[in-house]
């Protein structure tokens, strides 16, 4: 487990299918996200079960967020290393961290985690993220987090039947 103390990154467990259900079920978060339909207990049971942890034959990496509080860790999101590419030491990282823990900087300590974790143990070079310019939340947490924007990517994202552009948050490690 990566740890600062405070925030925890770990592997999935079976235990979390009712908080994935939860959060990849709520269609305010499919906007800031590929998932366009619900997934059942059963897929993301299967998901969990079927899990590969070894991002250099998956090419991804899902790992839990979990807060020390006075009654034990409760986990309050999800941060994900995909997009793997060992030849160029480089990944995509990509986030959530559930409503109420936001804006309290545990995406950034969760970042920071998993800078350290792709710096250290993967050797990777840099990282990268791609977030729509109407997700403020996103690009606030990147650039708090030390990431730059190196690109516009223009209507990117589509949302309905209207189009929006996309920045690409880049950060040497």
């Not at 020390?68 to 309050?76: A, C, N, S």
């Not at 969760?110 to 996103?138: D, F, K, M, P």
């Not at 990147?142 to 516009?152: M, Q, S, T």
């Amino acid at each position: 487990m990566l740890t600062d103390g405070e925030i925890s990154l770990r592997a999935l467990e079976p235990i979390d299918v009712d908080t994935l259900y939860s959060w990849e079920n709520d269609p305010r978060l499919w906007s800031v996200g590929v998932t366009l339909a619900p997934y059942s207990r059963k897929q993301l049971w299967d998901y969990i079960n079927n899990y590969d942890g070894d991002i250099f034959s998956a090419k991804q990496l899902r790992l839990m967020i979990d807060l020390r509080t006075q009654g034990g860790l409760t986990t309050i999101g999800t941060l994900d290393l995909y997009d793997f590419d060992a030849a160029n030491s480089r990944c995509a990282i990509g986030i959530l961290i559930a409503e109420p823990w936001q804006k309290q900087g545990h995406g950034t300590s969760a970042i920071n985690l998993a800078e350290q974790y792709c710096r250290e143990t993967l050797s990777l070079h840099q990282l990268y993220s791609i977030a729509g310019e109407e997700n403020t939340a996103s690009c606030r947490l990147f650039a708090k987090a030390g990431f730059k924007i190196c690109g516009r990517l223009k209507s990117w994202l589509r949302r309905a039947y209207r189009y929006s552009d996309a920045y690409i948050y880049q950060k040497f490690l």
